[in-house]
């Protein structure tokens, strides 16, 4: 009975530990920053203009600072090959003469006695494991924090519900100015310790998970 007891208790743990947090919209993580209210200037002349309000026809409209929202267009690819190959052949050969003893071979009713064995072991494996993925689309992010060094650190998350379940898009990384476009656009593949994340939740997306069951026959608690 405490056997049975063991094993459930390894399966529930197992099972425990291959389940993540799912994710849920308005992550404070993911939470937009304001930028600072530019202080109140007094008009001492009663003209409507305020110069500290106006922006220029040539003034540069891309992100520089904290609150600034960041187009991150999403090109992504990847492609992963591997292969394997595995040959084990061995022989082995053991020959013993007719044992002499007594001035003469050693029979059995007639028979020398002799030993003769032979043993061979052929193993090959082969293994191809081949996987890509792509990623277009695109996510706007905030300005989270300006580096001493001009860099960005932004951050974002796009919710999008569909039927019955959502879909999300999460991106955090940093970028430098210099690759910000004039349209305030930047490539994926310029984003640091770029952090993207694309997944879903609902029915859909929990039909494509393993179940726990066979998560534990794949976890390192099966111990065969």
């Known amino acids: 009975m405490n056997k049975y007891l063991a094993l459930a208790s390894v399966i529930f743990i197992a099972g425990c530990s291959s389940t993540q947090q799912k994710p849920i919209p308005d992550d404070p993580f993911y939470a937009p920053v304001y930028p600072e209210a530019p202080p109140t200037k007094m008009v001492s002349t009663g003209s409507i203009y305020m110069d500290h309000q106006s922006s220029s026809l040539y003034s540069d409209i891309r992100a520089h600072k904290v609150g600034d929202i960041i187009t991150v267009l999403l090109n992504e690819s990847t492609q992963a090959k591997k292969s394997a190959n595995n040959e084990i052949k061995k022989d082995s050969n053991l020959s ?3 044992i002499y003893a007594g ?6 009713k007639g028979v020398p006695l002799d030993l003769r064995y032979s043993d061979a072991m052929d193993t090959k494996r082969e293994a ?4 890509s993925n792509s990623l277009d689309g695109s996510i706007s992010a905030n300005v989270m924090q300006v580096l001493s060094n001009g860099n960005l650190v932004i951050r974002g998350e796009k919710w999008i519900s569909i039927n019955n379940g959502d879909e999300f898009i999460r991106v955090t990384g940093m970028v430098r100015s210099q690759d910000i476009t004039p349209e305030n656009t930047v490539q994926s593949t310029r984003v640091a310790n770029a952090r993207i994340q694309y997944s879903g939740t609902g029915t859909f997306a ?3 998970k393993v179940g726990w069951l066979s998560s534990f026959f794949m976890s390192e608690w099966w111990p065969f």
């Open 128 to 131: 191809d494991a081949d996987q």
């Open 103 to 108: 001035g003469g071979n050693v029979t059995i």
């Open 206 to 208: 929990d039909v494509q």
């Open 96 to 98: 013993v003469d007719p």
